[in-house]
């Protein structure tokens, strides 16, 4: 697949490498990288419960950091895995009692497992409704995602007529599921800030309405799961729509 665009001269610079992923109908094995499907859990540990509704929350996505690309390994880490956990319950309607599109809300659990060696509970219970699991096989570079227009503004890079226009027909930032690159914000930039050191948290993983995973947020909404660079134990999952 050719993802050659032409970009104006002006950003290069801030170009980054995103990773769509390469998916394929079916679960992962335990430990392998997936959108839903059943999550590594330690054996005496249950399928975690949204604290508003106690019922198992959706696995969103797993990432084996083992097989991710190694640019993105040098900041995340190349061995165990990240996990995100969100509640899909419409009775209590947990997403909106709970503000799951702000960070660090109570439905949400993103987490890193460092050590995945010991003995897995591969019987825990999850949903009554899991989404259908996509197994992710591989990672397809896109080497020229740059920010959008307001995140260049915030960087100081005010924008050519031309090179925006240039942007929106590459369609850049890549929207859709990917890994690392630039977020395609929806609603103007939101890195969420780290609780624990004010550091803006840097973007994982960007998931996208109805993409790999059978779920909207809002309408047409797009999700960001971001990671402390001074705290790698800090994830969180936001998401803004239109
Ligand atoms: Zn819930
Ligand atoms: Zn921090």
Known sequence: ??????????????RRTAYRPVTAEGDADLRGSKFSGRPW??????????PNCNTPQQLFVQLNLASLPPDQQKHLGDRGLLQLFYCTSSDPLCEVECEAYFPFARSVMARRIDDVSEPANTGAQGPVQP???RRIEGWEAIDDDVPGYEELDQLGHELSPEAEQALEEAERPVTGDKLGG???????????????????????????SNDNLPYMFGDMG?????????HPDVLTFAWACY
Not at 1 to 14: C, D, R, V
Not at 43 to 50: R, T
Not at 190 to 206: G, N
């Open 1 to 14: 697949m050719n993802n050659e665009t032409i970009l104006p001269p002006e950003l290069s610079t801030f």
């Open 41 to 50: 859990l330690q054996h005496d540990e249950p399928w975690p419960l949204c």
């Open 131 to 133: 989404f259908a699991a």
């Open 182 to 208: 630039w977020p395609a914000w929806v609603q103007g930039v939101e890195y969420p800030s780290c609780p624990t050191c004010s550091t803006r948290m840097e973007v994982v993983l960007q998931i996208d």
């Open 222 to 230: 797009a999700g960001h799961l971001t990671c402390c660079p001074n």
